[in-house]
Each structure stands twice: as C-alpha cells, then as structure tokens.
C-alpha cells in the first residue's frame, strides 16, 4: 500500500513525485517507456523558474539553450516583433530556457528519485481502478495499490479517455508535423544561440516553430488549425520560408513525425481518490509554449494540496482538489482566449506587429507570455476577460 501512485514520468508526474517525496510521502512512478525518450514541446516559459528551484533542477547555459523572448514574424509581408522577457510587468520573470525534452524529462525524473521517490520504467499501466478506501492499479507486470492515484499519462489521457470526458477545442490547432535538424552552420548556430528565443513564423491558417537547441539544432513544425496538414504540407511550408531555407541550408535532419488531436480539455480532471494532472488535465495549442509549465505548475499545486490532505486522512474527499482545479482554470483560458485572438482576430497586426503599441498593454501581453498569469494588475489580460472572444465552454461530465 503505497501513499500515491503515479502514472506517467514526464514533467508533470516527475514534478509531483519529486515534491511528495521531499515531504514524506511514499510516491511510486509508473512509466510505460524506457527513459530517455523523445518527445516534443522544447521551449519553456520564465514562471517555470521558481519551480526549478523547489525541485532542485539546476539551469545553465552549459546544458540548456538560454531563451531570451520571442520572435513574431510574417515572412509574407515582412513584419517582425521581438518580446523580451525582461521588458513584461514588474515581477515576471526575465528569462527562459529551450531544451531537449528526452534529457530534460530524464534529469526531472532522476532528481524525484533522488528525492525519496520510486520510478519504474517498462511497465504500462492497464486497468485502474477506484475503491472507497484505496485505489488498485494493475499493469503488465501485476498489481499496486495506494491511498491517492495521479493520471500524469500526457495526451494519452488514461482517466479521460477511459471516462470519456475529452472535450476537443475546436478551431485550435489540430495537428502538428515536425523534425529537428542537425548540423546546423557554426553562423546560424552563433546566431541563434545569441538569445535563444524561439521564433514563431505566421502562415496561412497556422504557423511554424523554430526552436534553437544547444549542439548546433533546431526544431522545427508545422501547425494549422484548418486546411491540408501532413508531410507533403509541411515540405511545401519549409520549401516556402526563406528564413527557414537559410537557417537549415546544409544540415541534416530527422525522419518527419505528426501528432493529431491535441487541443482539449478534460471535464472531470479530479475524483475521490485520483486527480489528473499535466496534459491529462489539459492540452492547448503550442503556438505560446505554455504546455510543460502548465503541467509542472498544476502538479506542484496539486502536490502542496495532496500533502495536508493525506496527514489528514482528507485523501477521499471527491472535492479535495476542486480549489486547484478553478486556480489552474485561469491559465487555461488565459492562454486559449489568447491563442484564439491569434487565430481569428487582427490582433497580431493591431499589437504584436504595431509601430507604436500601447506601452502597459504590451507589457501585459510580455507577462502573458512568460506565463505569469496569475496577477491583478495585468490591462492586457484584463482586456482578454472582457473580449468577445471567449474560451469553449464545456460541461462537466456526470459523477
């Protein structure tokens, strides 16, 4: 009978382990994978910095590619915004970092460890199963119990999907093709390694990532939320940039992988006994980057939450995480009204790209971009509160 099991290694479920076990409680990791392993979603926001520190991740130049901000560019009508971090609200958080997700994931999950945590790789996670007093979780290899049970599984989505309490976003984006290139020119390299920031390069119906990682790398995709989107769009996208053409010109690159399906929200992310956490929760369009600190920070709020609960005996209450869930609700629809003035309003020409820009709104805007979403003196999300453009509402699914 162990305290908690979770289900997933990745940032959100090696976050939560990590802060259980410095508390005391025994937590057990469960992860279908062997680790390292790939995965997509390289660049972080600066709210995630405090978190580092709590998890006692150390962040420098010599292992992560330092970010500075972000780029906005419209190669179809050269228009060019660049967004420091350092320039948003007082108190954001001045910088960033762009990392490699199979080594980033694995140092997450080797500190939680470190910690007092357990984490078992291999082992995929078939039924689970609520009682009143504990909760069974069965797998390929047998069977674990405990008091609490996390679903960290990603857009695997184990709960959700099992419940049926997906909710897709609609007119978000709705897939992704992707690679990472390698080999870079020592100039580019030098180039994009000067401030790290990633750079969002505007489409028709979508946009392109480009991520620069440390080793002379760049990850590269393609996002759209309507219209033809597979291999042979994305080859005709990357033929179509000249900046992308420059940037790659002579490098190597990586077979092309495609995820689908990834914007929604789940109805019931929590029950008696269980809670998801992470892109469990979760998911929204990456074009703002706000998918790995969204899911670190909800798993350390649902950590600090599960702790007192537990010592309590207060782990069976079907409620007990009903104040992180409406916390974390402002993030989530913070940055989904956000991406949605992206895609369907004149909001990039009218700030992103104005000569002249409100000052304090483009401040807001910086904030809303680092992820420190959580604040009162913010005019631009003030003004995403009263837009027309609202979240997708979704109902809750039945107990």
């Not at 998890?55 to 560019?73: H, P, S, V, Y």
């Not at 990472?180 to 979508?206: M, T, Y």
């Not at 005996?313 to 916390?327: F, M, S």
């Amino acid at each position: 009978m162990h305290d908690v099991v979770i289900v997933g290694a990745g940032p959100a479920g090696s976050t939560a382990a990590n802060l259980l076990a410095q508390a005391g409680v025994d937590a057990l990791v469960l992860e279908k994978d062997p680790f390292p392993r790939f995965h997509i979603g390289e660049s972080l926001l600066p709210i995630d910095l405090p978190i580092f520190g709590r998890l006692g991740a150390t962040m420098d130049t010599g292992r992560w590619q330092f970010k500075q901000g972000a780029e906005f560019i419209d190669e179809r009508t050269d228009e060019f915004a660049f967004f420091s971090f350092a320039d948003g609200l007082p108190g954001t958080p001045s910088h960033a970092w762009q990392v490699e997700r199979a080594e980033f994931d694995h140092m997450l999950a080797r500190l939680a460890e470190q910690k007092g945590a357990k984490i078992t790789y291999g082992e995929r996670v078939t039924a689970i199963d609520a009682l009143a007093d504990r909760v069974r979780v069965t797998t390929d290899r047998g069977a674990h119990e405990a008091r609490y049970l996390l679903d960290a599984t990603g857009q695997d989505a184990m709960i959700a999907k099992r419940d049926r309490t997906v909710a897709p976003l609609h007119e978000l984006g709705r897939a992704a093709v992707f690679c990472h290139f390698h080999g870079l020119s020592p100039e580019v390299s030098a180039e994009l390694s000067r401030q790290g920031n990633i750079k969002v390069v505007i489409v028709e119906d979508g946009w392109h990532w480009l991520i620069p990682l440390t080793g002379g790398r760049l990850s590269c995709g393609l996002v759209k939320w309507r219209g033809k989107i597979d291999d042979e769009a994305f080859e005709a996208a990357l033929a179509a940039s000249p900046l992308i053409q420059r940037l790659t010109a002579g490098a190597t690159r990586t077979p092309t992988r495609t995820i689908r399906n990834w914007s929604y929200k789940n109805t019931r992310p929590s029950g008696p006994r269980w809670a998801c956490i992470g892109d469990a929760c979760a998911f929204l369009d990456p074009v703002f980057s706000s998918g790995v600190s969204l899911a670190m920070l909800g798993a350390e709020r649902t950590a600090d939450a599960l702790v007192p609960a537990l010592a309590a005996g207060r782990e069976g209450d079907p409620d007990l995480l009903a104040p992180v869930h409406a916390k974390m609700q402002i993030a989530y629809d913070s940055f989904e009204q956000l991406i949605r003035r992206f895609y369907h309003t004149r909001l990039v020409s009218h700030l992103f790209f104005a000569a002249r820009p409100d000052p304090m709104l483009r401040k807001g805007l910086i904030s809303m971009l680092a992820g420190d979403v959580w604040r009162s003196d913010n005019p631009f999300q003030d003004m995403l509160r009263s837009s027309r453009v609202q979240p997708q509402r979704v109902e809750a699914a039945a107990s």
